[in-house]
């Protein structure tokens, strides 16, 4: 009996003890939100009030330096022969003309300085994003659920860039626009419910990896979507190949990504069904899908958007242009361009040491990636400032002769004991002719230009009873191969982010780039009409 007793006492000690240690639990959970709060609204005050301190004295500084009134006309010569009067946009679909919004009602993103401790950021997040606190989702109002990220700037309708900025006296008022890329007020897609599809195709480009990483970020971070983003591996083929299966994109998986080359996707050509992959965005419930890669990826693109249209499948399409060459048309430069030329530098001072080390009579030959337009060739020889001969796709190739170019280095090697050349790959197909074999992109292939000038400089100082030593150099995939340097890391995070925004608000068959120093937003079938483009040759550039 006393041990009946003992054993119920100490079961009844028992359970007020785990009663007082859930009970305090709590209370101690309940003080800690509390002083979170509390913390979290002493940084925000802080901030703002930092933000506020600095604004102002901005503001002073200008009105001393241009203490001008807003209605007087600014300085300068009025031109009353240079105008714009009629200004034609390019419009972009939009999925609202057929297809119902499914963002939440009053669900909008907001135009205001960014308050960061709005932004849920696990520990998981990538670095950059680890110091912004978290809050309690349980503390929201209905308010709040429908206010969708914070920004200093939202893209108004018919905000846009114009085309043709260059005016000359009694030249016509008219010009084209692209519509401006950026956030939007209204958003069409619920954030809660979106998965998107990552693809890339055709070769390798530096800044790949970059895009990737900050179209994943982007979803997550900036609109907080609660899908899935699919990175669908090995091109188009990855829609419906088993081999390739798509692999879920997280920020823990892409957090390091951007320092590595190539495409952590893998990539190839061809492989385009229209029918399977179509397939695979129903059964997926794929709601935006982000194709990187050139003008035909970007053709085949299209043609998926205009399959979801017609199959009633409410898919916003997004297109980011990539291409080492250079030649999408209608954008400043693709990126990866400025890392391919700057990789393109070794090779050229590699050659200029082996044709000034090497005797006698040296000559270094680079071949750089160019198959119909010779960008990456022209702006690494004028970077370089050690080239004496170029040859592009643009410009015939002369051999011999007043303008030729065997003669053009004989006298160079004369003049200073040595001549460095660079030849892009598609040039001099009006010497050796051109191929009708094709590769899976239906790129034709090219002549082995590089060789052949190899071969014929050596033949040309033969005729001239002289020996000429030479060494031919090419890197075509190692420029394409390196990480994005810098300025184009950064112009990756722009295509990425502006993307995003593009198809979160809705517009569809579209793709994004850089136009006039401004990000905007390009109808594909405009976007690829005239392209591939090629160098002026009786441009400032030439």
Known sequence: MTNCCSKQETASTAGILLFTAITGSAVYASRLQAREAVKREKIKNARNAALNKLQNTQRASLKEISPLKKDKAPKGTLLNDIKIDEVYLWEVEHLSKQFQSEAPDGFVNLMQGTDYNSISAPSTAPAFLRSFSSRDDSNHSDEEEKAGTSYNELIETNECILADIVRKPGMHGRTKAFIRAGPRKILHFDPKTVNAAIVTCGGLCPGL???IREITNSLIFM??????????????????????????LT??????????????????????????????????????????????????????HEGC???????????????????????????????AVEAAQDAIRCAKVEASCNLPNGVGIVKLMGRSAGFIAAFAT?????????LVPEVPTVLE????????????VKQK????????????????GTSSDTDASGNKKLPPIGEFMKKATETYFEKMGETATVKYIDPSYMIRS?????????????????????AMAGFTGFSVGLCKDKMVLLPIPNLVATSPRMMRTNGRTW
């Open 401 to 412: 002769g007043e303008i030729g170019c065997l003669p053009h280095i004989y006298k160079r």
């Open 209 to 211: 990896n970059n895009v």
């Open 251 to 304: 920020p823990e998986l892409v957090e390091d990504i951007h320092h590595i080359g190539g495409t952590v996707l893998s990539s190839s050509r061809g492989g385009f069904d229209l029918e399977k992959i179509l397939g695979f965005i129903e059964r997926m419930n794929i709601k935006q899908l982000y194709v990187i890669g050139g003008d035909g990826t970007h053709r085949g693109a299209f043609r998926i």
């Open 382 to 390: 004028l970077g370089s400032g050690d080239v004496d001969l170029c």
């Open 223 to 248: 609109y907080g979507i609660k899908g899935k983003v699919y990175g669908i591996r090995g091109g188009y083929k990855g829609f419906y190949d088993p081999a390739y299966p798509p692999v879920e």
């Open 417 to 432: 004991g040595y001549a460095v050349i660079v030849v892009a790959e598609g040039a001099g197909e009006e010497i050796l």
């Open 309 to 339: 249209l017609e199959q009633g499948m409410n898919v916003a399409v997004a297109g980011i242009p990539k291409t080492i060459d250079n030649d999408v048309d209608h954008i400043d430069r693709s990126f990866g361009f400025q890392s």
């Open 482 to 502: 390196v990480p994005a340097n810098a300025a184009d890391s950064l112009y990756c995070s722009q295509l990425a982010q502006n993307a995003v925004h593009g």
